[in-house]
């Protein structure tokens, strides 16, 4: 799809639907994967505020329809309904951050089973490496006030994700395509952590490892033909 642009007449900010397209396949991609179900939220920072999805959303079904345009303060902009009550993540997070340009809150499986039962999250696999070490926001509460907000971001410093015990885990990137990789990453590893628990002790990347691991995997072009791989498998279900 081509790029298209509107100017937003009550911010007179560019809205680049190219992003709402892409915000939209990640929330697709990531139910379809099992990492959200009928929950879970996404956002794009703009000029205005974010790009995020409507909260009463069919995340199965999500199109740039489905996308509303709000303010750091969760005033609709635009759009056809209104954001998810956890904006407030999402605003928090891109206040106290500049560099973030991207977020994915989800409630994923595995990665959730090892904040309910108190393991750490442990590098088992190169990818795991980009995310390790992952805090933990030591409350299952929804972040849906500024206090919450202040609260995870407190926890998760300038970390690209974190877990909330028995609850869920946030991603965050330049763009979109590098959060949806990292929060898969995350889970993938959780998965094999979690497998490998069931018969002993998993083995954990040391430092040396993981440093090599992350300087040959934190790379734009591997993060694009991940994104092109969970999109194809969407495309042929």
């Not at 560099?99 to 994923?108: D, L, S, W």
């Amino acid at each position: 799809m081509g790029f298209v642009a509107r100017r937003n007449s009550r911010t007179g900010g560019v809205v680049k639907m190219a992003d709402k397209d892409d915000l939209a396949l990640c929330l697709r991609m990531l139910e379809h994967q099992g990492i959200i179900d009928y929950n879970g939220h996404a956002s794009i920072r703009c000029e205005a505020g974010m790009l995020i999805n409507v909260g009463s959303s069919q995340r199965s079904r999500l199109t740039a329809d489905h996308i509303c345009t709000i303010d750091l303060d969760g005033n609709l902009i635009e759009g056809k309904g209104k954001p998810p009550l956890e904006f407030h993540l999402h605003a928090g997070i891109y206040k106290s951050r500049p560099e973030v340009k991207a977020i994915i809150h989800a409630h994923p499986q595995w990665s959730t089973y090892l904040t309910m039962t108190g393991h750490d999250y442990l590098p088992v696999f190169a990818q795991g490496t980009l995310v390790h070490p992952v805090p933990v926001l030591d409350t299952p509460d929804s972040i849906n006030s500024p206090e919450m907000s202040a609260r995870l971001g407190g926890v998760m410093g300038d970390r690209p994700a974190a877990l909330m015990k028995s609850h869920g885990a946030v991603t965050v990137g330049a763009h979109i395509k590098e959060a949806f990789v990292l929060i898969n990453y995350l889970e993938e590893n959780a998965r094999r952590q979690y497998m490998a628990l069931q018969i002993g002790s998993p083995y954990a990347f040391n430092a040396a490892e993981s440093e090599a691991a992350h300087k040959k995997l934190w790379n734009q072009g591997l993060f694009q033909r991940t994104w092109d791989h969970f999109a194809a498998k969407l495309e042929d279900a």
